[in-house]
């Protein structure tokens, strides 16, 4: 069974900076690690994913040009450097793991484990 395990989030003025990360238990089977978030009255949605290998990321628009999803290898963790904080990214922030490479990239359903999310709040 793979634990998923978030830190990092808290409450920033807009145009700061937050950094989430999540430790996972093994890498064994896992391909691709991401981020997802959901907002009050709003559907999950994918914020940015990286492979285990390192060698692929993908991002929402809404996030591109300031959140970076990167790879700590050697402490099996993911980090999501969260630059120029705006209200609309408040919401609830999920790691998530996915066995193998399948299936499109934002879509939930496609991950088989979840951690327990972490809150961003950004204020005006």
């Known amino acids: 069974q793979v634990q998923l395990v978030e830190s990092g989030g808290g409450s920033v003025q807009s145009g700061g900076s937050l950094t989430l990360s999540c430790t996972t238990s093994?890498?064994?089977?896992?391909?691709?690690l991401g981020w997802f978030r959901q907002a009050p009255g709003k559907e999950r949605e994918g914020v940015a994913t990286i492979s285990t290998g390192g060698s692929s990321t993908f991002y929402a628009d809404a996030v591109k040009g300031r959140f970076t999803i990167s790879r700590i290898s050697a402490r099996k963790t993911v980090t999501l450097q969260m630059n120029n904080l705006k209200p609309e990214d408040t919401a609830m922030y999920y790691c998530?793991?996915?066995?193998?490479?399948?299936?499109?990239?934002?879509?939930?359903?496609?991950?088989?484990?979840w951690g327990q999310g972490t809150q961003v709040t950004v204020s005006s």
């Open positions: 998530a793991a996915k066995r193998g490479y399948g299936g499109i990239w934002y879509e939930p359903s496609t991950y088989h484990y």
């Open positions: 093994t890498y064994s089977s896992i391909g691709y």
